[in-house]
């Protein structure tokens, strides 16, 4: 089983930064360079929704709304992945949560594809 555990969130102000980190362990047949890591961030009242994703060649995409302000990456020697996160907004306030897909899945920020999931991190950006 394959563990996902989040931290680095916190509460801001509009326009600060937060660095978020996830860090994985366990084992699911795969190693973690093989993985689909993402972000996707729920807030109350709202559907689940992709933030970004990194992939094992290093592609990375974003949600339309990240618009430049959020960065992705990775350390496969620790396995962990990060979000940092700059020019936050009031709309931003949401549970982050990481997550993983084995491959073959290589791109794509729907949820159903993602096999592991983390417990969440809460954003709260105030105006």
């Known amino acids: 089983q394959v563990q996902l555990v989040e931290s680095g969130g916190g509460s801001v102000q509009a326009g600060g930064s937060l660095r978020l980190s996830c860090a994985v362990s366990?084992?699911?047949?795969?190693?973690?360079?093989?993985?689909?890591m993402a972000w996707f961030r729920q807030a109350p009242g709202n559907e689940r929704e992709g933030v970004a994703h990194i992939n094992s060649f290093g592609y990375e995409y974003y949600g339309d709304f990240v618009k430049g302000r959020f960065t992705i990456s990775e350390d496969n020697a620790k396995n962990t992945l990060y979000l940092q996160m700059d020019s936050l907004k009031p709309e931003d306030t949401a549970m982050y949560y990481c997550?993983?897909?084995?491959?073959?899945?290589?791109?794509?920020?729907?949820?159903?594809?993602?096999?592991?999931w983390g417990q969440g991190t809460q954003v709260t950006v105030s105006s």
């Open positions: 366990g084992s699911s047949g795969y190693t973690y360079s093989s993985y689909l």
């Open positions: 997550a993983a897909a084995l491959p073959p899945v290589r791109f794509g920020l729907s949820a159903h594809e993602y096999n592991y």
